[in-house]
């Protein structure tokens, strides 16, 4: 009988669920495989080596055997662990949401580095103490991106014009981005709105740490970035309910 092919990789979970008694199937992102999915098997028995080991919130070295639908995870072995997204409610829920996100934007088995990088850079900003709304924010922003769909936050979509510190804009969802006073539809922006979604394009993300931001232009900013998360996949995160709840 042939040996089973065995690989090594390293990955975090990104969504799980129990299959039969013991077992459990869980959704990996690793930075040079994408996305895939494994078997942990008798992973929910108390006497189970695999034990917590495979978990959610810790990058973890994994060894797999090839199986006949998805690989099984053999070993696993924890190569750090984010504490504060598993004992605090709002980090956790926002760890959950981005991973969503990232989850739902890599395809099967296309290594995805970028948006693996963008994962592990917001919860090292949650376990750093950074803001859960803006980090949120960041990473949908910074998500968008790196689909392609980033708004456009620099000129009218229309007339190409810049903005003026004051104007009325409005926010096209569909664009992709902001209309001047003389073209503006949709959804109002204000220009603190605007100076927010610039700041979390373009500062470096560990001052995103010390970033305290006023609720009102944080809150448009949400309301302009769910409509664009919508868009790009057709229906909201089921994590985002929870996340409105835990947020409120």
């Known amino acids: 009988m042939p040996e089973r092919r065995t690989s090594r990789t390293l990955a975090v979970v990104t969504s799980r669920f129990r299959l039969g008694e013991a077992d459990r199937v869980v959704t990996l992102l690793s930075p040079d495989r994408g996305k895939f999915k494994a078997i942990a098997k008798g992973v929910r028995k108390p006497t189970s080596r695999l034990g917590g080991g495979v978990e959610p919130f810790a990058e973890l070295e994994v060894a797999l055997a090839a199986g006949r639908t998805f690989d099984i995870v053999t070993q696993v072995r924890s190569r750090r662990i984010w504490l504060a997204l598993r004992e605090q409610l709002k980090s956790s829920a926002v760890a959950w949401y981005v991973a969503e996100l990232v989850e739902r934007a890599t395809s099967e088995e296309q290594p995805e580095p970028q948006l693996y990088d963008l994962l592990m850079r917001s919860w090292d ?80 993300p560990e001052e995103l740490v010390q970033l305290r931001l006023p609720a009102g232009p944080l809150a448009e900013a949400d309301r302009a970035l769910r409509g664009s998360i919508l868009l790009l996949y057709g229906h909201e995160p089921n994590s985002r309910r929870f996340l409105d709840e835990v947020l409120a």
Do not use: N
Request: hydrophobic fraction near 40%; proline fraction near 6%.
């Open 125 to 204: 900003l949650l376990e750093s103490g950074a803001s859960e709304a803006v980090v949120a924010r960041w990473a949908e922003l910074g998500l968008l991106d790196l689909a392609g769909h980033g708004p456009e936050l620099d000129r009218c979509l229309d007339c190409g014009r810049p903005p003026v510190e004051g104007e009325s804009l409005g926010w096209d969802e569909a664009g992709g981005g902001i209309r001047c006073s003389g073209h503006g539809e949709g959804p109002a922006l204000t220009s603190s709105a605007l100076r927010l979604l610039r700041a979390l394009r373009r500062v470096p």
